[in-house]
């Protein structure tokens, strides 16, 4: 089974990335069908959506102040426990295989900057066009909320190892070499066979403060169910912190959630019997 989120935010989505998150759930899926491991079909799922440019990550990424383009991406196999990462990464389509060639080729989990980029230029892998200007972002109305965009998947595999990843092109109005969860492991990635998977999204420095992904993977280690780890893991994020997120989770057991405190998730999941694709989910509120 897997599951796959482009994002929470306060506006609706629109069809075509509705039907960009279906193509990636279906992608994802019959990698698992074919016998792939979680951690591939994850990949398969976030490429999809890197590649599109509807969603801020890869291709469609923001930009910070000064007019660049830096991703954050991270990976993680609940199988043994290994995982990559990058941060502040430029120029490069997918930073989800860049992330996957730091776990699997490199004696590292997080690369930043030219470091990451030389991977990904040791790999081949696809480089962005040079961007037509340079001029720094300009301020939106929506600045402070996170944009819908982040994307990120869960996968269990036919041999039950689970596996998560998520990759952002970050928030508005960043200033240059910031960083969000979306790279940090514990934070907006986690998983282990142990507990489940998890995939954050939503503003990262809260997120990063509570450790999410690492929090709501230990609940379900103390035997929680998904929605019980993740629903109490957001309440507490807005009633400490103030600020919003999604997740989805997939305990490795099988059981499953999605869950949000903004008013939209464009989210979805498909397992053997079922698919489904929502923008609304199990929306958590401050007395949760």
Known sequence: MILVHGG???????????????????R????????ASAVHAVEAAIVV????????????????????????????????LSAGAVASLEGVVTPIRV????????????????????????NRLTALPAPRSRRRERSRPSAGL?????VGAVA?????????????????????????????????????????AVSMTGIGEGIIRLGLAKEISLRLERGLSPFQAGSRALAELLARIGT??????????????LVHTTPYMISGYRTEGATRIATQWRRIAKDT
């Open 8 to 26: 929470c935010g306060h506006s609706a989505p629109t069809a075509a990335q509705l039907g960009l998150l279906r193509r990636a759930v279906d």
């Open 28 to 35: 994802g899926y019959r990698a698992l069908a074919a016998g």
């Open 49 to 80: 959506l890197e590649k599109s440019g509807c969603f801020n990550a890869g291709k469609g990424s923001n930009r910070q102040t000064d007019g660049v383009t830096r991703m954050d991406a991270s990976l993680m196999d609940g199988r043994d």
């Open 99 to 122: 992330a996957r060639c730091v776990m699997e080729r490199t004696p590292h989990v997080l690369l930043t900057g030219p470091g990451a980029r030389r991977v990904a230029d040791e």
């Open 146 to 150: 996170p944009e819908l965009g982040t």
């Open 156 to 196: 269990r595999d036919v041999h039950g190892h689970v596996a998560a990843g998520t990759s952002t092109g970050g928030v508005t109005r960043m200033l240059p070499g910031r960083v969000g969860d979306s790279a940090l492991i514990g934070s907006g990635t986690y998983a282990d066979d142990l507990s489940g």
């Open 244 to 257: 919003d997120a999604g997740a989805i989770i997939l305990a490795s057991h099988g059981r499953f959630t």
